[in-house]
């Protein structure tokens, strides 16, 4: 139980890494609070529960500073305290090229996946004392991203860069880390990612699989617990072996 006593936030976990991330927390002792925008997470909150873990859900757009303060105080007011933040929420939206991109779009894309994540850092910091915060970057974020995903690129490069900033910033009492996913069998890649490339991506990596949820909820689990003890300010590749940092 690596995570006992702990309380844990999860964004965007009604689905997909939230909710794996979520169950995977769970499991390890901790307390979770689940937000989810769209995709309802009682069913992550119902697995949790019935594994002997507790677990609340609660909708809300972090884009929006209120939605975001509501999540914090109905966690700490719930469970007592925020010791591991999961920054997971975020997204592609759409692909566009640049020349064809609104300014609205852009905006929206880095709301999204940067001013949600600090708005998010901001709001449990006023809580924290010590404990751990892990972002989600992505691949992306070191190679650019795939055709007309520009904005989504630059949100998580920046992602990886306040990461590095806050562990100098907030250590030594809270660790900062972030994952670098490459291609997780997740709707995400569903919607974004033509079914060719994704075979394509199986037959060239070497492991010759797409990464599993799990995959990615272990190293969450990794950095969010005491096993990481000496490991902050890290982005760490998870992508099968396609891109070598």
């Known amino acids: 139980m690596k995570l006992a006593g702990k309380t844990a936030i999860v964004t965007g976990g009604g689905r997909d890494i939230g909710a794996a991330v979520a169950i995977k927390l769970a499991s390890e002792g901790a307390n979770v609070a689940i937000n989810y925008f769209s ?20 909708q809300g757009d972090l ?61 449990c910091l006023q809580h924290m004392k010590s404990g751990t915060i892990v972002n989600l970057a992505s691949q992306a974020g070191r190679d650019g991203g795939g055709p007309g995903a520009v904005p989504y690129a630059t949100s998580k490069g920046a992602v990886m860069t306040m990461t590095r900033g806050l562990a100098k910033e907030l250590g030594p009492d809270i660790r900062v880390n972030a994952l670098c996913p490459g291609m997780i069998d997740t709707d995400f890649h569903n919607v974004h990612t033509p079914d060719a490339g994704r075979r394509g991506f199986e037959a060239s990596a070497p492991v010759k699989r797409q990464g599993h949820v799990d995959d990615a909820a272990n190293l969450v689990l990794f950095l969010a617990c005491d096993d990481s003890a000496f490991i902050t300010g890290t982005n760490i590749d998870i992508n099968g072996g396609m891109l070598f940092s």
């Open 39 to 58: 995709t309802g997470a009682d069913e992550t909150v119902a697995k949790i529960k019935a594994n002997g873990g507790q677990a609340f859900a609660m």
């Open 63 to 123: 884009k929006n500073e209120d939605d975001v303060n509501a999540l914090v105080a109905k966690t700490v007011e719930t469970f007592g305290s925020v010791d591991v933040l999961v920054n997971n929420a975020g997204g592609l939206v759409a692909r566009k090229k640049i020349a064809e991109t609104p300014l609205s779009h852009w905006r929206e894309v880095l709301d999204l996946n940067l001013t949600s994540t600090f708005l998010m850092t901001h709001a």
